[in-house]
């Protein structure tokens, strides 16, 4: 007992750093699995606060910018408003019936990070603006990724600039599904992988997310197709999708809530009942 | 010692600020960032207590985590470099560390340069293992710790001779 008291004593900076490096190391192997980080992260009072000060005043530099991509919006909108095929006068509305399961909510990004290969943003809005993990993340142009950790005030996102994030896209024209990850290298390219071999694909064709994955409603911009390439087993193209979002300057994005995910997710937990 | 306490005190809050708002925002060329809180760890006193220090290390890495979301990858790579300090300072300063009347505001540049190289590429290197993790992408990995290593050790010798001169 006493010999091992005085190995314990005579080597304890070893140890110590033993210890101290498992820890990181099990932060570090918590943080590669979706959805486990929940000690460390930047959605607390103390970081997000510091975040959101600075922002406050980082927030003018990008003012013009950002006001003629709100009108860009405004006015694609609009032109989609005016312009329906059968206006209101015809549609009969039933009242007792709310049709919406998508609801939008608006928020900022404090913080931006596009060079790590695991990047997490952070929002101003969290479980006080009724926002909760998995809900999808947009902005005007294209998607962004998906809420992870929620704090009081704030929410981190797993960019789609994140190697463990998987989003479910499609062709726009075919219907043909497969997953969009990231490489780690470009940050406006990323990769949309199990393509079936079948499908036909251009240069230049348009890619949606694909509303399976009950996160995203379906037909939201991803980018376009720059390059493919069949994988090894020669079944599946690889796509590079050159992304219409630029993930370096974001600032006004969209929380997406699917209102019936509770309802999917039971029908597909337990299908015989 | 109170001094010293308050010193360190501020030093390590100064840094953290610097690092999570301004340093590691730069992205030159796309993914180039200095990480120069790690100078934190380089100049703590060399009379110290291990336990506290290598502690300090860790706590430092972890609140750097915090702000950039990243696991525990700078707490990792803090304290491995914490923890080889000594043998790093041995071997750069030789027989004027094991004298301890060493300072690092009066030792010649050619060691004081060899110490901030070896910890800062140490440092890089477990940093990119660990955040890109992945053994297949040794040639990003070393890249990543090359390029990095440069802006840090530039950015340490400009921060360590610009503060001495006031003295």
Redesign the interface.
């Known amino acids: 007992m006493q010999q091992i008291i005085n190995f314990i004593i005579r080597n ?3 140890l ?2 033993l210890l ?2 498992s ?10 699995s979706y959805h486990k ?1 929940k000690f ?3 959605a ?1 009072f ?2 997000g606060g ?2 959101n000060s ?1 922002n406050n005043v980082n927030e003018y530099i990008h003012l013009r910018t950002q006001n003629e991509l709100l009108q860009e919006e405004n006015n694609q909108l609009r032109s989609v408003l005016y312009n329906r095929p059968d206006s209101l006068q015809n549609t009969f509305i039933d009242s007792s019936y709310s049709g919406i399961s998508y609801k939008f909510s608006p928020a900022i990004v404090i913080k931006n ?6 990047n ?1 943003l ?1 929002l101003n809005r969290g479980k006080r603006d009724s926002i909760q993990q998995d809900f999808g993340v947009i902005s005007s142009k294209g998607i962004v990724g998906i809420i992870d950790n929620t704090s009081k005030k704030y929410a ?1 996102v797993i960019s789609i600039l994140n190697t463990t994030s998987r989003i479910s896209a499609q062709l726009k024209k075919s219907n043909h599904f497969g997953s969009l990850i990231w490489n ?1 290298k ?2 406006h390219i990323v990769q949309l992988t199990e393509i079936q071999k079948i499908a036909p694909i251009k240069k230049g064709d348009t890619i949606v997310t694909s509303g399976r994955s009950a996160i995203f409603p379906k037909n939201i911009p991803v980018g376009t197709i720059e390059s493919y390439n069949l994988d090894a087993s020669e079944n599946y193209y690889t796509i590079h999708v050159r992304l219409f979002n630029d993930m370096t300057s974001l600032e006004h994005v969209y929380v997406i809530e699917n209102k019936d995910v509770e309802e999917i997710n039971m029908l597909l937990n337990n299908p015989h009942e | 010692m109170n001094s010293i306490v308050l010193t360190h005190a501020s030093r390590f809050i100064l840094l953290v600020l610097l690092q999570v708002l301004i340093l590691s925002h730069i992205n030159f060329l796309g993914y180039i960032n200095p990480y120069l809180y790690i100078l934190f760890i380089m100049l703590f006193p060399l009379k110290n207590n291990r336990v506290i220090f290598l502690l300090l290390s860790f706590f430092l890495g972890l609140t750097i985590d915090m702000f950039l979301d990243s696991g525990g990858i700078h707490a990792a790579a803090a304290v491995t470099i914490a923890y080889i300090r000594p043998v790093v300072l041995k071997f750069s300063f030789g027989a004027v560390y094991d004298h301890q009347t060493m300072k690092f505001s009066n030792v010649e540049f050619g060691s004081k340069l060899t110490y901030i190289v070896i910890l800062t590429v140490i440092h890089h290197f477990v940093l990119f293992s660990l955040e890109i993790f992945n053994f297949y992408n040794i040639i990003l990995i070393l890249q990543n710790t090359l390029f990095s290593s440069i802006f840090t050790i530039i950015l340490c010798l400009l921060t360590t001779v610009i503060f001495n001169r006031r003295k």
């Open positions: 304890r900076g070893f110590l750093y101290l490096f820890i990181a190391f099990g932060f570090t192997i918590q943080s590669h980080s460390i992260n930047s607390n103390l970081s510091i975040y600075v990070s596009y060079s790590l290969s695991n997490m952070l981190t780690g470009s940050p």
